[in-house]
DNA sequence: AGATTATATAATAATTTACTTATATATAAT
DNA sequence: ATTATATATAAGTAAATTATTATATAATCT
């Protein structure tokens, strides 16, 4: 309901709300170190199929991560043309590491072979 | 609802999640050239104070932002010892200047007295 | 073609958020 | 002391958010 801010501050008041969630802030982390399908994310973070796909779709209409359908699969990378793309990697510099979910994935045979 | 996230990624998460309001985020990089008092931001948002004080206590309460009085007065400062002082510096640098705001509080004879 | 797998979308419900209005507190001024 | 000014807090409400369940779409496999 603010009406004294600029459109620029709109935007990036945006992105960082969009990134303000345990789960979207997990996938951009993760998008860093390589691409992902969908049924990974779900994978990994123990959750309804319908939740990652929304998650998913507010990061792309965000223009923050770009989609790929790979036969079944569609494969979500970090959109490095995004005019936030500088930002994003700022805000990842001070977020641990996720690395280690996957390999968590790849231990328990959950690794689909959509790559 | 989510349990599969590290601690430290709940916290970047409300950080960025706090940041992902206009009117904290604007707050906020008004703070990076210097210090306000209440009073003034309710001048430069025209919203009501208690809406304003409501967004400094949840930056407060985050230790984004520290509070001095000053007679009457409730000075806001950035607080330096915060363990996101530097995630909310690289943010801001994302983040369009919001010096004009003060200017044109000091031409309209708005800005008060309280430094 | 029919069944299976991967994903998206729609409708809905629960939760959270950011206001509003009303009131309390704390300092300053008369 | 009383009044005025600056700020905080409490209660209530409307809007936004995030999940769930059910269903649709799209590609693959038999």
Redesign the pocket.
């Known amino acids: ?2 009406i004294e801010t600029t459109m620029e501050m709109e935007n990036a008041a945006s992105i960082l ?1 969009l990134l303000g ?1 345990q ?1 979207r802030l997990t996938m951009v982390k993760m998008l860093e170190s390589h691409d992902y ?3 990974e994310f ?1 994978a990994v973070f123990h ?5 990652i ?6 990061l792309k209409d965000a223009g923050i991560v770009k ?1 790929t ?1 790979k ?4 494969i979500y990378a970090l959109n490095p043309n995004s005019p936030y793309f500088t930002l994003v990697q700022h805000i990842l510099q001070h977020v641990p590491d996720q690395d280690y979910r996957i390999k968590e994935l790849e231990e328990q045979g959950l690794r ?1 072979s ?1 790559d």
Chains 1, 2 share one sequence.
């Open positions: 309901m603010l709300k969630d789960t399908c969908v049924c779900v959750a309804s199929q319908p939740a796909s929304q998650h998913l779709r507010k989609e359908r036969g079944q699969w569609m689909v959509c």
